[in-house]
């Protein structure tokens, strides 16, 4: 390769390790516990109604079984330096395997009211490419550029639960009564699940032909003019929790980034721009500014100005009503699932620095002057307050809901970089 100039590094490497997980597992997740509560295993055994003895019930179920649960990682990749050192770049394939994956699964009731201890549930696999890659130029004479562009892609793919099912589920209720997080084989970890919206139904006679050609006469529960139209998916000719379907994927399919640096003279320019592709969230805030009966407070522009009317059948929210229903805001469907790709300025700086000639009379090595922006601009389509949702519900299992978590803020700083 000695002919090969432009090359000035180049280096192939690779990867296999197996790592061992405890996380969550507790030292007494084998054991059965027992503890004792004056509402629920108190007991009038004698039947005198004066009064009670004392009684144990199940406070932890145990798991003797349980393992570590091992990591598989496997990568591949190329590091180089190009261009007498103008560009350097890294990219990097990975795999996890994820075996024997520790979880703690809701069981039947017939198992008491313990706490369910982990077991060894589930396989996932995760793989994508990391690549980062880096420019250095001489642009002018005292114009200075350097650049750092990252990219990772990530798949997460659910592909063992356990012998006896494909699939568990996860996550709050959230006043549905039901779940919508559906871990299945096939599908990534924390997939949103519910029923698919088609549409309103927008007069009586709809409802009418729909119930009529109904296995049992009904079509859909709570079908009324101005509520929504699920979608059929298993084809039987009504609405049925078969119908339920996945809606949305919290994982982002990419998230990226790119660092700038200028310096001109004394003059220095940064700035740090991150995004996220491909993911969906939650927005569960809609529940509550939406739909009438589940808050009757403050609404929504939306809920105010294009919910359902007879004049205005084209609306995102259905008709507003005192009541809730299947049909509206009482189960998981679709009008939840909002896009939360963004690109966000994180940060953007100008700064100057003092000659020496002009500070050395006060006793100082340098000063430097600047302002800084963070979060100066965000550009997505999320409705929300923020689509980088910080610190609510980022379980292993359960995220990308935004419960109205508090945005990041946009902030103004003037400062001095002083040194003696």
Do not use: C
């Not at 356990?162 to 559906?182: C, H, L």
């Not at 994180?346 to 100057?352: E, F, L, S």
């Not at 800084?372 to 980022?394: M, R």
């Amino acid at each position: 390769m000695k002919d090969l100039t432009w090359i000035r590094d180049l280096k192939i490497r690779a990867g296999w390790g197996v790592m061992g997980n405890q996380f969550n597992l507790a030292a007494t997740n084998q054991f059965y516990t027992y503890v004792s509560n004056l509402s629920a295993s108190y007991y009038d055994i004698s039947g005198t109604n004066t009064g009670t003895q004392l009684g144990f019930q199940t406070g932890q179920i145990g798991n003797p079984e349980a393992k570590w649960e091992k990591d598989i990682n496997s990568n591949i990749g190329i590091d180089a330096t190009l261009f007498k050192g103008a560009v350097d770049f890294s990219v990097d394939y990975y795999e996890k395997d994820i075996r024997d994956l520790l979880f703690n699964p809701t069981l039947p009731g017939t198992q008491g009211t313990g706490t369910v201890p982990f077991a060894n549930v589930a396989q996932v696999k995760n793989h994508g490419v990391d690549l980062q890659i880096n420019y250095h130029a001489n642009i002018l004479k005292d114009l200075k550029l350097t650049a750092t562009g990252t990219l990772t892609t990530f798949s997460n793919t659910i592909s063992q639960v356990t012998e006896t099912s494909n699939f568990f589920y996860s996550g709050g209720q959230r006043r549905f009564g039901v779940n919508f997080i559906r871990n299945q084989v096939g599908h990534p970890i924390g997939a949103f699940y519910g029923y698919n919206i088609v549409g309103f139904w927008n007069d009586a006679s709809e409802i009418t032909k729909a119930n009529a050609a109904a296995p049992g006469g009904v079509y859909q529960t709570a079908a009324g003019v101005g509520r929504f139209r699920y979608q059929d998916v298993d084809g039987d000719g009504k609405i049925t929790d078969a119908d339920r379907t996945f809606l949305g994927n919290p994982n982002p399919k990419y998230t990226y980034g790119l660092n700038l640096a200028l310096n001109y003279k004394a003059f220095d320019f940064s700035v740090f721009l991150y995004g996220s592709q491909g993911n969906q969230i939650w927005n569960n805030v809609l529940y509550w500014t939406d739909f009438y009966p589940s808050f009757a407070g403050a609404k929504s522009k939306t809920a105010l100005y294009n919910s359902w009317t007879p004049t205005n059948q084209n609306a995102k929210a259905p008709i507003q009503e005192n009541t809730g229903t299947f049909s509206t805001n009482n189960t998981p469907n679709s009008y939840y699932i909002e896009n939360g790709s963004y690109l966000r300025a994180k940060n953007i700086g100008i700064g100057y620095t003092l000659s020496k000639k002009a500070i050395t009379r006060f006793g100082m090595e340098s000063l430097r002057i600047y302002v800084q922006a963070a979060n100066l601009f965000t550009i997505t389509k999320y409705t929300g307050l923020d689509p980088e949702i910080n610190g609510n519900n980022n379980l292993v299992t359960e995220f990308g809901i935004d419960e109205g978590s508090y945005p990041s803020q946009r902030q103004y700083l003037v400062g001095l970089n002083v040194r003696f």
